[in-house]
């Protein structure tokens, strides 16, 4: 089993000078903490995408690009590319681009994504959601496995034969996961075409997620593919501390960028009930001391048989040298638990 860690690159807001933080210095500070995570033996890196004031990332790509250079084996990823507002070749070539620097270490993600705001920005109509999604998508899994590529749609123009450069390592094609946040269409449409799974869960308890899971292995089965070669994730809220009072303060970072998010969406403020009942054994955050977290990722992995598990762990944008800690324990303390399973 995987174990990774993703971010968005939150930006704190600072109320005494009205604006968030420096977006620079806070990639810098994400690239110091991906080398550690190399240095530790995570598995994965993934870097999200978002197109907002409160986040430092909208190219993944590139500070994905930045991280190959100062890293050896961390396999590094999008979490997520949204695709329906992006151009598959252009995706492709980035990414194909990313895993020659990397030595075969690239990764994609891809997914609708849960904020909207890339759509007007690159000019595509959220009418369109849907067909601009599987559109892409099925352009972008023929441009993985044919160099030359002839395909049409009806939202993006026709390609006759073109080829598609540089081609990845192992014979052209990429790690291709579709992520999720549940919807059963999308679970059945990965499943069909073989794609590895990855189920964001980051509310409720994890539980209700079984039989989401089971529908994708059943399915996966039923399209003739290889049970052996299965993929499945899941990416949660994680943050790893085992000084108590570091976990308590924490809620004030998470409560910070749930309300910021949930004042566009009509949620109600965030409240400590709610974090103490995430945190809870049932619960669907990773937020604890290392021996609470990895017994919470044993019990994914226990009750549905996941091959990977990415902790996201960057929200509220928590201060550099407690995020270097939380990396520092999720690495030291909380992989070699899970992977002794």
């Known amino acids: 089993m995987e174990l990774g860690i993703g971010m968005f690159g939150d930006l704190a807001f600072d109320r005494a000078t009205g604006k968030y933080r420096d977006a620079g210095v806070k990639i810098r500070e994400i690239l110091e903490q991906v080398k550690l995570m190399d240095d530790l033996g995570i598995d994965v890196f993934a870097m999200g995408e978002h197109h907002r004031e409160d986040y430092a990332v909208s190219s993944p790509e590139m ?29 492709y070539e980035d990414f194909s681009t990313l895993d020659l620097i990397s030595d075969e270490r690239a990764e994609i993600f891809v997914g609708r994504g849960s904020f909207i705001e890339s759509f007007p920005l690159y000019g595509y109509s959220l009418n369109d959601y849907e067909q601009l999604f599987d559109e892409k998508l099925e352009l972008l899994l023929k441009i993985n496995t044919e160099e030359n590529v002839s395909w049409s749609g009806e939202l993006r123009a026709s390609m006759q034969n073109q080829t598609v450069y540089p081609r990845a390592k192992n014979g052209g094609k990429l790690p291709i996961w579709r992520a ?20 964001a869960i980051i509310g409720g308890m994890p539980i209700q997620f079984k039989n989401l899971i089971e529908f994708y292995k059943q399915e996966y089965q039923k399209a003739g593919h290889d049970v052996s070669q299965m993929q499945l994730a899941i990416h ?35 409240t400590k009930s709610q974090y103490d009942g995430g945190r809870s054994k049932d619960g669907a955050l990773f937020i604890g001391s290392s021996a609470e977290v990895a017994d919470k990722i044993a019990y994914m992995k226990e009750i549905f048989g996941i091959t990977r598990f990415i902790g996201h762990m960057d929200i509220g944008d928590p201060e550099h040298g407690v995020m270097m800690k939380s990396i520092e324990l999720f690495g030291k303390e909380v992989l070699p638990k899970i992977k002794s399973l």
């Open 63 to 91: 500070v994905l690009a930045a991280a190959a250079s100062i890293t050896k084996n961390i396999k590094l990823a999008s979490g997520v590319t949204v695709l329906s507002s992006s151009e598959p070749v252009k995706v």
């Open 180 to 199: 999720v946040g549940g919807t059963p269409q999308s679970v059945l449409s990965a499943a069909k075409l073989g794609m590895p799974l990855v189920v």
């Open 236 to 270: 949660s809220h994680t943050f790893v501390s085992d000084d108590q009072n570091v976990i308590d303060g924490y809620f004030n970072n998470y409560k910070s960028q749930m309300d910021r998010i949930g004042a566009s969406r009509g949620w109600p403020p965030y």
